[in-house]
């Protein structure tokens, strides 16, 4: 038998790049979800990937991003610095596509003129979400490049002075609002809302005052449907509002489903009057109040009605402050009725009897409560929590499943 000799080779099995192969568009959402210096990392992978990272259309440059960039200039003991600009004018510019959402948190700005020129680069860019975050003492002054971006979507500001120029025409595209600002003497609110006609979600925190912000203004936005105002920095003259003020506020913005108020060193000076709110906010379904006295009779009696004025409530979030009482609360319990409340949530509870007053009202007229969580640490000794769990134990509770949960800390 003749044996026949041939070059028979066997297939070649090659491991395909199933990621490399993936479309562009795939590849800049996974980039866009990582880490940046991660991303940036992905250059060393083959020669494909060298230049993946430059089509990122997300940007966000936080805390931990240069934290690292320090550490490694320790390593190579580089003091300047301007190198953390330098870093940040360098990578804009390496970005070949459109930037859709910038982030930007930063301390020691060596030259404003830095951010003026990312934020110019930025508003050709077709950028939409911006967030600028000063960790520095002096308030940033804000170059008016910002309000030129017409295309944005979120904007996000902190420790800024917010005074937009006469040339501004508004953000047509608007929809949420983030403002931890200082706002010049010549502020025009009221012109600056009503150019954001699209606006959904509005948050005003720290410096947010009744006498530079007229509720007015602010009951215009028929489309806003989350509203956070933290009343803070208050001096004595002021550091009151009615809270009359703030039902009519609440009761112009038809579509508002979730309002978080924050009464940080601000107190109420009368209550709600004779005016029956019941059915004034029909949408409300999650109510966030923080640093309220409930010892005091008129902010007590401000939470009730606005409790009992949203009969589709669903979320309830209290954090009652620690001020001392000063007045009885005037409540009409027989005007109350049935709730829809699903999650209760108290933080900081120190036992006084207004709070089981109004523990009482809410596990008595929330039929679909499931959940009442309670977080306290102002109870000293046990026996002092046993005193308070028992009169929790005898409160009547509509609803059969809800689970009422204690946390100690």
């Known amino acids: 038998m003749e044996l026949i000799q041939g070059t028979h080779k066997a297939p070649k099995f090659a491991l395909q790049d199933f990621i490399t192969n993936m479309p562009d568009i795939v590849i800049n959402n996974i980039l866009d979800r990582l880490p940046f210096q991660d991303a940036v990392r992905t250059c060393v992978l083959s020669r494909n990937w060298r230049f993946k990272w430059t089509m990122l259309t997300q940007l966000v440059l936080d805390v931990d991003f240069f934290d690292s960039i320090e550490t490694e200039e320790e390593e190579e003991e580089d003091d300047d610095e301007s190198n953390n600009e330098s870093i940040v004018s360098k990578l804009l510019l390496q970005l070949r596509g459109p930037i859709t959402k910038f982030e930007l948190d930063i301390e020691h700005l060596s030259d404003a003129e830095d951010i003026n020129n990312w934020i110019l680069l930025l508003s050709r860019k077709g950028l939409t979400d911006f967030t600028l975050e000063n960790s520095d003492y002096t308030p940033l002054t804000l170059p008016t490049n910002l309000f030129s971006c017409v295309e944005l979507k979120h904007l996000k500001l902190r420790n800024c002075y917010f005074n937009p120029p006469p040339t501004f025409h508004g953000f047509p595209n608007l929809l949420s609002l983030d403002l931890c600002v200082e706002f010049e003497d010549n502020i025009q609110l009221g012109e600056f809302f009503t150019r954001c006609p699209l606006l959904e979600k509005l948050t005003m925190d720290d410096l947010f005052e009744f006498s530079k912000v007229n509720i007015i203004e602010i009951a215009k936005q028929e489309n806003l449907k989350i509203l956070s105002l933290k009343f803070n920095d208050f001096d004595e003259e002021t550091?009151?509002?009615?809270?009359?003020?703030?039902?009519?506020?609440?009761?112009?913005?038809?579509?508002?489903?979730?309002?978080?108020?924050?009464?940080?060193?601000?107190?109420?000076?009368?209550?709600?009057?004779?005016?029956?709110?019941?059915?004034?906010?029909?949408?409300?379904?999650?109510?966030?109040?923080?640093?309220?006295?409930?010892?005091?009779?008129?902010?007590?009696?401000?939470?009730?009605?606005?409790?009992?004025?949203?009969?589709?409530?669903?979320?309830?979030?209290?954090?009652?402050?620690?001020?001392?009482?000063?007045?009885?609360?005037?409540?009409?319990y027989s005007t109350t009725r049935l709730l829809q409340l699903q999650s209760v949530m108290f933080d900081c509870l120190k036992g006084s009897e207004n709070e089981l007053r109004l523990m009482k009202y809410l596990l008595a007229c929330s039929p679909s409560l499931k959940r009442m969580h309670i977080f306290s640490r102002f109870f000293s000794s046990a026996e002092e929590k046993l005193v308070f769990v028992r009169k929790l134990l005898k409160l009547y509770r509509a609803s059969p499943v809800v689970e009422v949960e204690l946390f100690w800390y």
Not at 276 to 285: D, E, G, N, Y
Not at 319 to 332: G, I, L
Request: net charge negative.
């Open 239 to 332: 550091a009151a509002t009615s809270s009359s003020n703030i039902f009519e506020l609440v009761g112009s913005l038809p579509k508002l489903q979730e309002l978080h108020l924050d009464f940080e060193e601000c107190r109420l000076i009368e209550g709600v009057g004779k005016k029956s709110f019941f059915t004034a906010f029909p949408c409300l379904k999650v109510l966030k109040l923080s640093d309220i006295c409930l010892d005091n009779g008129i902010m007590f009696s401000f939470a009730f009605e606005l409790i009992r004025s949203s009969p589709n409530l669903q979320t309830l979030e209290i954090t009652p402050s620690n001020w001392n009482a000063d007045s009885p609360p005037q409540v009409d």
